[in-house]
Structure formats: C-alpha cells, structure tokens
C-alpha cells in the first residue's frame, strides 16, 4: 500500500514541496478542482502527506467532490451494530494525532460501495463544514398507486434504478452490464431486506406502519407500464400516494467510523445518505457533535439507512448539540456497551466467553486491566467484580480472559461479563429528533446523563432505557440521567414502543430483585400527546423523580388509545411521580 501512495505522490500527483513545519495543506495544490472526476486518489495520497509533515489541516475550497471505489484503500472493520467486513475506504485516518478536515462547505458525493471515512487509533480529530451523500441510495423508494389483494402497485422514481428479471424485483446501480454475460458476471445489486410505508405529505413514517421483513429474497414482481411494478406481498397495503421505502439489505457502509481513538469533533457537518449508521463510535473517548444534521437530500425520504448516531463502549464526554437528526431508518442514537457470554470455565478464575449478536463480532473490549462486572444474563444482576489479568483472542467470537478474582457465586456458563470502567458523561441538548423509523434514543450509559431542551418527533418511544444480556447483549442500566425542559411532541404514532419515556431491561427472572435502571429525573417538560398514551413505562427500576411535567392536547393524529393513566409501572422501588396535582408513589 505505501508503495502505491509513493507511487502517486511521486508520479501521478503533482509535484508541490511543502515546508516540515506548514501546518495547512490545500487539496488543490495537487490539481484537485471541481472538474476532477475521481478524487479519491488525490485523497489517499495527500492524507499520506499530512502524515509524513504532520500537516495538521486538510482544506478543499467549497465545491462539489466525487469520490469512486477503484483507488480507494481495502481495510478489514468490526463495526459494532454494523456488519463487519473489508471496507473500501476513502478518508483513511489510522494513526493521525492531529489533522482537521475543512470542507469550507463543500459536498462530497460517493460513488459506489464505499466507507466514507474511517478514523482508527487517532487523536484530535476533527471534520467541519462539508456534507456526504451518495449518488446511488443504499435503499430504494416507491410511490403507491393501489392496493390489489397480492400486494401493492408501486411508481419508482427514476433516482432509484431497477429492472424485473425472472420476475423478481432487483434495484440496480443504472448502469448497463458491460461486455458478453458469463457464467461469473456480477451486476451492481442494491438488496433489500424490508419495506415501511412512510407518508409523502408529512414526510415520516405513516402513521402506524410496520416493517415487512423479508430477508433479503426479492419480491416477486411485474411490470405493468413505464416505471410501473406491480409487487406481490401478501399483507402489504398502504395509503396510496405514500412511499414504501425497501430498507437497505445491510449495514455495511457506515457514513463515520470511529474507532479506539479519542477526542474527536464533528462541526456543522451534514450526512444525506449512507449506508449504516450516520456515525458510529465504538472505544471512543471524547465526541462532541455540534451543529450537525442527518437529512435526506432533495427526492428522497430517507437519510441514513440506520442508526444517526451510535456510540458503544465509550468514555470521556459524549455531547450531541444543536443538531437535527431526521428520517434516519433506525434511531438518533443509542448509547450502551456490550456483554459477552460465558461460554465455558476452564479454571475458577479463567473463561472463555463469546460475542453473541452477530453484528458485535470481534468487538474487542477486554484487555488487561480492564475492569469488569459479573452479570446474572437472566436478571441483570451484578454479582461482583474484578479485573483482566489476560485476555488472548481465539477469533472473531471467542476469548480467554483469566481474572483477578475466582468468578462469584451464582455466575456460570451463560452468564455475561461486561466492562465495569469509567463511563461516558453525556449531554444532548438543542436537537430535533423526528420523522424517523423506530425510536427517539436510546440512553443506557451509567455516566452522567443529561437531556435537555430538545424536540422528540418519534414515531416510537422518545427515549428507552434498555439492556439485556441474553438477547441483543448491549449492557445499560443508567445510574444517573435528567430528562428536563424538552418538547415530545404527538411522540408514539408508531409502534416502535409502549411510552413516551420508555423504562426497561431484559429482566426474566428475580423480577422483585433485580433494579437494572436508577435514578433517573424527569421535570420540566412538555408532553403534546394526541390520545391516552403512557408518559411513562417503567419496569426493574427504581429512583424516579417525575415533576411540573406538562400536558397538552393535540387532534395531530387519530386517537387510538384509552389508557385510564399516563403511568405504567411495573418491579419498581422508590418511584415519586407528581402529575396534574396528582401523587403517586410506587
């Protein structure tokens, strides 16, 4: 690799000589301008030039850049919650202490199957005033013209390529296969793996849609004019005139990857479209997202294909500020860290556990020193604690890890260990949060969390408090969290949840015991609400305070609810709830 970027420093780029102590580099001293067609090997090469004079910016004048696949830079990534694989990546910041990436207001348009960026082992990074979209989405998207009893009629805007073949319906990257078919040619295919109605006029999901799940398996489908399909899904109906959005069949092209590095700021950056989460933060100490948006691009209804943002294992600060987070497939952002299983004891102090959820493969956490606790996987109880003395990977699922201590009683096989270090400090504040699929966020980090004076739009619960160690293996249980002075506005015109603040945890068993969330304060905000719906479900918590909270009445919506109160509660201590004059303790 460092012979090819020798190469195009030396030969294809041209020649610029800059001083050891220059501290901007112009990416347009190598000939880069807006008539450029693929500037992804200037990029490769000019990265490498920051590294050799430790150049501490990299500036393009604000125009329009296209980055392709073909010189771009093969690394292998475990992305947590992302599907894990070699990524052909563009921005590849491995190893960086200081570099700023100034796009003046520039776009950065991607082509093809590729990571945008990729920040591995580095420091002090940050990127400002540019967006990233793609030319071809990730997902694809249809209008409803009629429901039939097999399915659905559906218009495809011409952004989103596709073609019927053998009657199933396959979305393309539009351009023609070259050259004579073989038995090994290979045509660009955008899979799919679901379908959500979203609703045209309001632009968010339609007011209780559900994900069709499918698999991958392209539908059966025909042709039935100029654009026109008719697709055949038993079940499938909608509201004609709204869009049905085909999910992205994977989570391979995250827009941000940021891994075991530290302090790293996202300054007015904008994310259209990519194909995984907008950006995602796995061993990450420091990230502060100011004025940022994930929103779709003109001529689409979708921005990320999941997650806007992800944060897993982290410590430090985690500040999300003034954003707006919009329309992404899956939630703003979610918060937590990672259990693995014990999957066999060799001595009483030595194991060897396994990653569980498949999109967590070689999420490596364990390391010596690293502080842990022993989790009861059906009760969320922690039985005690110690520290890794070793801990030597097998592969991608399992490791041997010996501690400090023998493990507790009542820990065995099929019981978790998660890290037990110094959790992330956490402020969301001055966001939107609306028009997405599923949830608001999710908060399940044990470090000081507070949320104040956002607006939540989500069709699901605004903000769940989860865990679990015996299903999705994400580690929560928040210890400290005030939820003050935000707007949830008609929240819960989605199924994606029971409440607005929604309280709860994979607790199966010692349900009277076990207390997995605590601590948590939710006052002065408001709560616009268009039917009888839960403010508040709470379940194996305790320590709430809930205060001078207020309630408004919308006609937003069809009413469908008829709860005869705003509280659900459930395996709760210590619960003081102060709603409408009312007191309630549980």
């Known amino acids: 690799m460092k012979n090819a970027i020798n190469f195009l420093l030396c030969f294809c780029l041209p020649a610029v000589f800059f001083s050891c102590t220059q501290k901007s580099i112009s990416i347009h001293d190598f000939g880069v301008n807006e008539n450029t067609i693929d500037v992804t090997p200037y990029v490769v090469a000019v990265l490498e030039k920051c590294r050799q004079t430790g150049a501490t910016e990299l500036v393009f004048d604000k125009g329009t850049y296209h980055f392709y696949p073909d010189k771009g830079v093969d690394k292998y990534c475990f992305v947590s919650n992302n599907d894990e694989g070699f990524k052909r990546v563009i921005f590849n910041l491995e190893g960086f202490k ?292 070793e801990a030597k990977r097998i592969n991608k699922e399992l490791t041997c890890v010996k501690l400090s201590t023998d493990l507790p009683d009542g820990i065995t096989v099929g019981d978790a260990i998660g890290e037990d270090a110094d959790f992330a400090e956490v402020h969301i504040h001055g966001n939107y949060i609306g028009k997405n699929r599923a949830r608001g966020m999710l908060l399940n980090c044990r470090g000081k969390t507070v949320v104040e004076n956002n607006v939540f739009h989500s069709p699901g619960a605004a903000i769940l408090f989860e865990g679990d160690a015996n299903y999705w293996f994400e580690q929560g249980g928040v210890r400290d969290c005030i939820i003050r002075n935000n707007i949830f506005d008609n929240c819960l015109f989605g199924v994606w949840g029971q409440a607005v603040i929604d309280v709860g945890a994979g607790i199966v068993e010692n349900k009277e015991e076990s207390r997995y969330n605590r601590n948590i304060k939710v006052y002065d905000n408001t709560f616009r609400i268009f039917d009888d719906v839960f403010l508040l479900q709470a379940y194996g918590m305790k320590d709430l305070v809930w205060k001078d909270n207020k309630v408004e009445r919308t006609s937003d919506y069809p009413a469908r609810r008829t709860n005869t109160t705003f509280f659900k509660v459930e395996y709760c201590d210590n619960m003081n709830i102060e709603q409408d004059g009312l007191v309630l303790n549980f």
Do not use: W
Not at 138 to 148: Q, R, V, Y
Not at 295 to 319: L, M
Not at 332 to 357: D, F, R
Not at 368 to 375: D, R
């Open 98 to 389: 200081q570099l700023t990436i100034n796009g003046n207001g520039s776009e950065f348009i991607f082509h093809g199957f590729v990571n945008p960026f990729v920040v591995d082992n580095s420091s002090q990074i940050t990127f400002k005033n540019f967006s990233i979209d793609f030319n071809r989405p990730f997902h694809s998207e249809g209008i409803i013209l009629a429901n039939n009893p097999d399915g659905v009629d559906l218009e495809i805007p011409e952004n989103f390529p596709f073609k019927i073949q053998n009657r199933l319906l396959l979305f393309t990257g539009g351009r023609p296969q070259e050259g004579r078919r073989t038995t090994v040619s290979r045509e660009v295919i955008y899979t799919y793996g679901s379908l959500l109605e979203f609703d045209t006029e309001k632009r968010e999901t339609a007011f209780m849609a559900r994900d069709y799940y499918i698999n991958n398996i392209p539908l059966v489908a025909e042709s039935i004019g100029e654009r026109k399909v008719r697709v055949f899904l038993p079940g499938l109906k909608g509201t004609v005139g709204n869009t049905i959005v085909f999910g992205a069949g994977h989570r391979n092209y995250p827009g941000f990857i940021l891994s075991d590095s530290k302090d790293i700021l996202f300054d007015n950056v904008i994310i259209y479209h990519c194909g995984g989460m907008g950006i995602i933060g796995q061993r990450v100490h420091n990230v502060t997202i100011d004025s940022c948006k994930v929103i779709p691009s003109e001529g689409r209804i979708v921005s990320a294909t999941a997650d806007a943002t992800h944060f897993t294992n982290c410590t430090g600060k985690i500040v999300l500020s003034n954003c707006v987070f919009m329309n992404q497939k899956d939630d703003a952002t979610n918060i937590h860290g990672i259990y693995v299983q014990i999957s066999e004891i060799i001595n009483p102090n030595e194991v060897i556990v396994k990653l569980k959820h498949g999109q967590q493969l070689g999420f490596d956490f364990l390391k010596k020193g690293t502080p842990v606790e022993f989790v009861h996987g059906k009760s969320l109880i922690t039985k005690g604690t110690a520290k890794v003395l």
